[in-house]
């Protein structure tokens, strides 16, 4: 699979192809990428067969490099770039995506400015939001400043103790996953995430496309609640809640059975 690059606000986004069809994007989590995603959420299998699978990283992390900026890793602009994204590649009729955390706030993002992009919406993992949000803030703003001050080594004890500890699906799979952070622009990113929420209630309710919610047990960083007060808001969604590995297991067959 050819590995393409998209040159846009200072960032150059690293993006793949696969198979021909309705577009189907991907959008990975804070500090993950596309292949470390794979971990939680394989789609290749589910690329071919009228689907064209587009997975990308985001601005700093992955292969995708970008600026000391922190105004560059808000949602909104990571929105933007999912949407140069789709104008890229050419993708002219309503898409389906699929995101996880910060790829969910990113997708949501991008469809309460332009719902007229998106066909189905499949948000895993949703992240802390509006009230739970600043707590969250916080410990990102922590993690930057540490990772400037003592480097990964110390910035990994941290996660290790605080919301962002493995969460119970993960622990049980075994998996660790490595930050996947371009180390110049880290603290930039986290300082991103930081600034970073969900859209107003009002507008996500606003939304008329078809959402599928995938949120886990047991992950302050991820609170059920985020989920709950999304299915709440979103007219037509269906809710799953993992709340073991095999449990999660089950989401590439239910992506699959919800895009159609």
Not at 3 to 16: F, I, M, N, V
Not at 17 to 29: K, P, S, W
Not at 51 to 75: I, K, N, T
């Amino acid at each position: 699979m050819t590995d393409l690059t998209l040159a846009r606000a200072g960032a150059t986004l690293h993006y793949d192809i696969d198979g021909d069809g309705r577009t189907m994007l991907q959008a990975h989590g804070l500090t993950s990428s596309r292949e470390a995603d794979l971990e939680l959420l394989d789609l290749r299998p589910l690329a071919g067969n009228g689907r064209r699978l587009l997975r990308y990283d985001a601005a700093g992390h992955g292969r995708s490099a970008g600026p000391d900026d922190p105004e560059r890793y808000r949602w909104t602009a990571l929105a933007d770039d999912l949407l140069a994204l789709l104008d890229a590649v050419g993708a002219t009729e309503p898409v389906d995506a699929v995101g996880i955390s910060m790829g969910t706030g990113t997708i949501l993002t991008a469809a309460v400015r332009h719902p007229e992009r998106f066909r189905r919406l499949v948000l895993a993992l949703p992240p802390t939001a509006w009230e739970t949000r600043a707590a969250q803030a916080g410990i990102y703003r922590q993690m930057a400043d540490l990772l400037e001050a003592q480097g990964w080594e110390a910035l990994m004890t941290l996660m290790a103790t605080s919301t962002l500890a493995l969460p119970p699906v993960l622990a049980e799979r075994g998996v660790t996953p490595e930050p996947q952070l371009q180390p110049d622009t880290a603290p930039a990113v986290l300082r991103g995430a930081a600034l970073s929420d969900l859209p107003a209630p009002d507008d996500i309710a606003a939304l008329r496309l078809p959402v599928l919610l995938l949120p886990w047990a047991g992950d302050p960083g991820h609170p059920l609640s985020t989920a709950d007060r999304l299915h709440e808001l979103i007219a037509d969604s269906e809710l799953f809640v993992a709340e073991n590995a095999a449990d999660a297991d089950t989401w590439r067959d239910r992506v699959d059975a919800f895009l159609g």
